[in-house]
């Protein structure tokens, strides 16, 4: 089925080691963003990348690093991991540069617990 | 500060029992106002986009309605089907969603 595939679906870390969240899409789509969602609060953007080559800041990119590999592959790193970032990961795109009539396609997410 | 406020956090329901789901918004250049529907252990997934003030989409049981501060979400003759958590979302003047915080609808039988 098309859409956004995000691996891994569970992680536990410790304190201090790093790992990397992949995320790929089949549907051809320009910007692609990922966004951590905590209990109580609305999703927050990390990072965001609006088309292959770039990658901006979104509000919470403290800690994390991103790499738009291709059109396809947008991945998240976490060099040092703290129990702050314990939180579910999600990946999402966009055919347009802006928002269009369907807002973003998302992944089922990345649940990461920091111990 | 651009803001978006969801009520009530969680809404329980009998089966047959209409309500609706509130989304306050304070938006300025607001470009759509996209609901979501999630449910547990996925991503969200798109439901509306409304533009306009006077705007009402419709699917199934749902109607999503938008006035210049805030929109509902219209559930008619729910079902334990519809249970889920509620996500709106208003765009930005930089065509980035802010997201409200969800309400979790649950439909008892």
Redesign the interface.
């Known amino acids: 089925n098309a859409g956004v595939t995000q691996t891994p679906k569970f992680q536990v870390l410790k304190t201090g080691q790093s790992m990397t969240l992949q995320c790929a899409q089949d549907m051809n789509h320009n910007s692609m963003y990922w966004y951590r969602q905590d209990p109580g609060m609305g999703l927050r953007l990390i990072y965001y990348s609006a088309s292959e080559g770039t990658t901006d800041k979104g509000e919470v990119p403290n800690g994390y690093n991103v790499s738009r590999l291709n059109k396809r592959e947008f991945s998240l790193r976490l060099e040092s991991a703290a129990p702050s970032q314990t939180s579910v990961y999600f990946c999402a795109s966009s055919g347009v540069t802006g928002l269009g009539n369907y807002g973003y396609t998302f992944g089922s997410g990345t649940r990461l617990t920091v111990v | 500060e651009d803001q978006?406020t969801q009520s009530p956090?969680a809404l329980r329901l009998q089966e047959g029992e209409s309500s609706s789901l509130n989304c306050s918004y304070t938006v300025s250049g607001l470009?759509?106002l996209?609901w979501?529907r999630q449910d547990p252990?996925?991503?969200?997934?798109?439901l509306f986009?409304l533009y306009s003030a006077g705007e009402e989409k419709e699917k199934e049981r749902l109607k999503a309605t938008l006035t210049k501060k805030e929109s509902f979400l219209h559930i008619t003759a729910p079902k334990p089907e519809d249970s889920a958590t509620y996500?709106c979302?208003g765009?930005d003047s930089n065509?980035?969603?802010?997201?409200?915080?969800?309400t979790k609808l649950i439909i008892k039988p």
């Open positions: 978006v956090e470009r759509g996209f979501y252990g996925k991503g969200p997934e798109f986009t996500l979302a765009g065509y980035q969603l802010i997201w409200g915080a969800g």
